[in-house]
C-alpha cells in the first residue's frame, strides 16, 4: 500500500510574479484573504524596515536581507505565519525570548521557529500583542541586519 499522502489546502495559490506581493494577493482564493491582508499591514506596520516578498510561495516579512516570518496558507481555518530566524538553517540558532503577552501567541516549532495561528473571529483582539510579538523578533535578529526597534509602539 503506497504511503499516504498529507492532505492538500483548498487555497488555489497563484504562481508569484517576482516580488510582488499585492498581485499575489489579489489572486489568491482564500477564505480568510481578507484577514490575510489585515495581518499582513500589521507586519508591516509594526516595525521599521520591514519589507515584504514573495518567498516559498506564500508573502513574507523581511529586514535587510534576512526573512523572519512567511504566511503558511494551507490553513482555511486561522491565518498562519511561521516566525524563523532566516532562510537558511543556523549551526548556532539564535535563540528569541519572547515576553509573556507575544509568547501566549506562539507554538514553538524548535528553538527559533514559531508558528502564529490567528482566529479569525478574535483578529481585533490579537493586534496588540501580535505587534509585539513582531517587535520584539526582529529587534533580537542580527543586529548588522534589523533595525533597533523598541517594545512599545509609538503613541
Known amino acids: 500500500m503506497p504511503p499516504s499522502r498529507p492532505l492538500r489546502s483548498t487555497a488555489k495559490l497563484p504562481p508569484p ?14 477564505p480568510l484573504r481578507d484577514d490575510v491582508v489585515r495581518v499582513r499591514r500589521w507586519v508591516l506596520d509594526a516595525a521599521p524596515g520591514v519589507s515584504e516578498a514573495v ?39 539564535k ?20 508558528l502564529v495561528a490567528l ?5 481585533s483582539n490579537l493586534k496588540a500583542p501580535f505587534t509585539t510579538l513582531v517587535r520584539e523578533w526582529v529587534r533580537q535578529l542580527d543586529a548588522t541586519t534589523a ?7 509609538k503613541a
Do not use: M, Y
Not at 61 to 83: C, I, K, M, P, W
Not at 95 to 113: F, K, M, N, Q
Not at 119 to 123: F, V
Open 17 to 30: 510574479a517576482g516580488n510582488d506581493v499585492d498581485a499575489f494577493l489579489e489572486a489568491l482564493e482564500h
Open 55 to 93: 518567498k516559498w510561495n506564500a508573502p513574507s516579512f523581511r529586514v535587510g536581507n534576512d526573512f523572519f516570518a512567511t504566511f503558511h496558507l494551507r490553513s482555511t481555518t486561522e491565518v498562519q505565519l511561521v516566525f524563523h530566524t532566516g532562510a537558511k538553517k543556523r549551526a548556532q540558532p
Open 95 to 114: 535563540a528569541i525570548v519572547l515576553t509573556p503577552a507575544a509568547a501566549r501567541l506562539v507554538e514553538w516549532l524548535s528553538e527559533d521557529r514559531a
Open 119 to 123: 482566529a479569525p473571529g478574535r483578529l
Open 147 to 153: 533595525p533597533t526597534v523598541p517594545l512599545k509602539p
